[in-house]
């Protein structure tokens, strides 16, 4: 809940992303250079899973998940 606490969340050199709103199935972001967006929480909870499952993902940045 820090996120929804603090209002954003960054990771150092990359853009911020605002806390907007949370629904039942999904979260609203406010991208720093874009408009808000929808995540449903099984993409969060898909790229926790990738995470745990290759820690060598955190270091090839936010793209590392598109794949």
Do not use: C, H, W
């Not at 806390?19 to 972001?29: D, R, Y």
């Not at 250079?33 to 899973?49: A, L």
């Not at 090839?60 to 794949?67: A, K």
């Amino acid at each position: 809940m820090k996120y929804t606490d603090s209002g954003f969340a960054q990771i150092p050199t990359y853009n911020k992303f605002g806390f907007v709103e949370l629904k039942n199935t999904f979260m609203v972001i406010s991208q720093e250079n874009g408009e808000d967006t929808p995540i449903p929480f099984q993409k969060i909870i898909k790229s926790i899973e990738a995470y745990q499952g290759d820690i060598n993902l955190y270091n090839e940045g936010p793209s590392s998940l598109r794949n």
